[in-house]
């Protein structure tokens, strides 16, 4: 009879908190990434755990942006595939965990980010590099 009443109490207690989580108000994120390279087409290939989000051919000056919802219990990751010429780079455009990156500039040394909160852009990762660290 306690064990019954300590796992409703759990189940009660799991099903409230779900609720909550579900019932909060969501924020849309919106990722950018930004060809500024000296007159040539950038391939861009984003994707998460569960969204491919295909492989576009973006022009010097524009963007490719895509708009998400964080995952209601944490984990929302997308990284991105650059393609250039001869050139590659993969790099974390996104990682819930670290740095709410939004902003990516693709220039002819690498690429670089601006947060969404702040003002101030860094060096993320240069041509031929993997970076995963946000």
Known sequence: ??????????TEVLVVTMVMIMARPSVQHTV????????????????SKNDDLNAHAVPVGESFQWSFELNAFGGTFFWCKLAVQDK????TA???YGRYTV?????????????????DVFFKAA????????
């Open 1 to 10: 009879m306690v064990i019954a009443h300590k796992t409703l109490l759990a």
């Open 32 to 47: 950018h990434v930004t060809n500024k390279l000296q007159d040539r087409i950038l391939i861009v290939h984003c994707q």
């Open 88 to 91: 590659r780079l993969i790099f």
């Open 94 to 96: 996104f990682d819930h």
């Open 103 to 119: 902003y990516w500039y693709v220039h002819d040394d690498g690429v670089y980010g601006k947060d969404k909160y702040s003002n």
């Open 127 to 134: 041509w031929g590099r993997v970076c995963h660290a946000n």
